[in-house]
Nanobody, 111 residues
Framework: QVQLVESGGGLVQPGGSLRLSCAAS????????IYWYRQAPGEQRELVAS???????TYADSVEGRFTISRDNAKNAVYLQMNSLKLEDTAVYYC?????WGQGTQVTVSS
């Protein structure tokens, strides 16, 4: 079993930055690919970014160049650095590993 806990969400103005963290409790963290998803009200959950065990990253077109995913295997953690935030980035952000999801962290971009 994998337990995931997200943190770092909050309220930020357009153009601002936030750094989300996903802490994982599993002995096999270093071999897992980790995914960040988000879900806005009334919308389907969408994949935002992913990172493989070797550090290969992918991004949704909507966040490419603004968001950066990274991992620290020593800390069993994955991060999502979000810069140049837009109103449309408002959503609950979730991390996922295998079939396990965290509880989510709210990101609100508003002036």
């Amino acid at each position: 079993q994998v337990q995931l806990v997200e943190s770092g969400g909050g309220l930020v103005q357009p153009g601002g930055s936030l750094r989300l963290s996903c802490a994982a409790s599993t002995r096999i963290f270093s071999i897992l690919s980790i995914y960040w998803y988000r879900q806005a009200p009334g919308e389907q959950r969408e994949l935002v970014a992913s990172i493989t065990n070797s550090g290969t990253t992918t991004y949704a077109d909507s966040v490419e160049g603004r968001f950066t995913i990274s991992r620290d295997n020593a800390k069993n953690a994955v991060y999502l650095q979000m810069n140049s935030l837009k109103l449309e980035d408002t959503a609950v952000y979730y991390c996922k590993a295998l079939m396990y999801w965290g509880q989510g962290t709210q990101v609100t971009v508003s002036s």
